[in-house]
């Protein structure tokens, strides 16, 4: 799964590629992040990219990436699910 970091501008309420942005491995800045992420919403104005989602850092400070969302992605979801309930 790939992603990209992106800037939000308030004023249009849109999200953009973060100028000098690089294309990332999702599961390495999830892991950055310490799996504190969250979906915020959809894409479709960007071709390889679905959904954007928030990662939020140890002092509260969101920092978007809009991430092309494939069958990989929900298995992630689905095994941290059952990590945390103790169902591994």
């Given at each position: 799964?790939?992603c990209?970091?992106?800037?939000?501008?308030?004023?249009?309420?849109?999200f953009?590629?973060?100028?000098n942005?690089?294309?990332?491995?999702?599961a390495?800045v999830?892991?950055?992040?310490?799996?504190?992420?969250?979906?915020?919403?959809?894409?479709?104005?960007?071709?390889?990219?679905?959904?954007?989602?928030?990662?939020?850092?140890?002092?509260?400070?969101?920092v978007?990436?809009?991430?092309?969302?494939?069958?990989?992605?929900?298995?992630?979801?689905?095994?941290?699910f059952?990590?945390?309930?103790?169902?591994?």
């Amino acid at each position: 799964m790939k992603c990209i970091q992106a800037d939000y501008d308030d004023a249009a309420q849109k999200f953009s590629m973060a100028k000098n942005a690089k294309t990332e491995d999702w599961a390495a800045v999830c892991r950055r992040f310490n799996d504190d992420v969250e979906r915020v919403g959809d894409i479709s104005d960007l071709d390889d990219y679905t959904g954007v989602y928030a990662c939020i850092d140890d002092i509260g400070t969101k920092v978007f990436y809009l991430v092309r969302e494939d069958n990989a992605l929900f298995r992630m979801k689905r095994r941290h699910f059952f990590d945390k309930i103790g169902l591994a």
